[in-house]
């Protein structure tokens, strides 16, 4: 088998396998903050591309998470900091998310075996998640605006040198190299590594930055959200 990273969703065609797990991440913030919120107890998310689309759910009575460009847009309940999603909050609920990059890649990657997302709060449970299904796995890492960035492409690495170290897979291509010697080379200090990274400075620009530690904590949660396409083609995270 082999683990495969994807530096960018603009990227994915030539790496869509129909027959891999895609995980897909956004270190900071969509995917952590997905896996927190069903560590807090959430029952479903929604993952939409659009705001429009989110909404037009929150139009329709709906609890939904919004972000652009970092900011929580005005109309939503949630912002996408997973500091948001607290279980007297989201405990049983329902609830639509958009985000500038992470929910855009999932709704990429739909049509793979199996689509999860990962984040480093729960690296060990996706790794487990993938030796269980013993398939190929591609990593496809959100970015900003399809630009690489380094934060996604370090858990890339991260879940590389997990699932290679078991001596079941192989790296499936050159960037799975890179991703994991980027992971191997600074795992003792990530928020070292990361610290002159753009998405770093865009949170500091924002007072947002608060989330930084949580976001670069290892196996806080053994949730692994799953997405399942309705046959209407809506996409359900559970």
């Known amino acids: 088998m082999k683990i495969d990273v994807c530096f960018s969703p603009a990227l994915y065609p030539v790496y869509h396998n129909p027959e891999a797990i895609v995980v ?4 900071f913030r969509a995917t952590t903050t997905m896996a927190a919120a069903f560590g807090n107890g959430v029952r479903s998310i ?21 972000e652009r460009n970092v900011k929580r ?3 939503a309940d949630f912002g996408n900091s997973p500091f948001d999603y607290t ?7 329902d609830i639509v998310f958009t985000t500038t990059n992470g929910t855009r890649a999932i709704t990429i990657a739909r049509s793979a075996y199996r689509v999860v997302t990962g984040a480093f709060i729960n690296l060990h449970a996706v790794a487990g998640y993938c030796l269980a299904y013993k398939r190929d796995v591609v990593v496809l890492c959100s970015g900003w605006q399809d630009k690489v960035n380094m934060e996604d492409t370090l858990f ?6 997990i699932l290679v170290n078991t001596g079941l897979y192989g790296t499936g291509s050159d960037a799975a190299v890179i991703a994991r010697d980027m992971w191997t080379n600074n795992k003792k200090d990530p928020a070292g590594y990361l610290e ?5 400075a ?9 989330a930084v530690p949580y976001c ?17 083609g809506v996409l359900i995270l559970r």
């Open 73 to 75: 847009c005005e109309f």
């Open 202 to 210: 865009r949170l500091k620009a924002n007072h947002l930055e608060d």
């Open 46 to 66: 929604r993952p939409v591309a659009t705001v429009e689309e989110a909404q037009a759910y929150k139009a329709k009575g709906w609890l939904v998470g919004a």
């Open 196 to 200: 002159l990274s753009e998405h770093i």
């Open 24 to 27: 897909v991440v956004d270190v």
């Open 216 to 232: 670069l904590t290892l196996n806080l949660t053994d949730k692994v959200p799953e997405l399942v396409v309705t046959e209407d």
């Open 156 to 161: 890339g690495g991260a879940l590389a040198d």
């Open 87 to 93: 279980p007297e909050k989201v405990s049983g609920k």
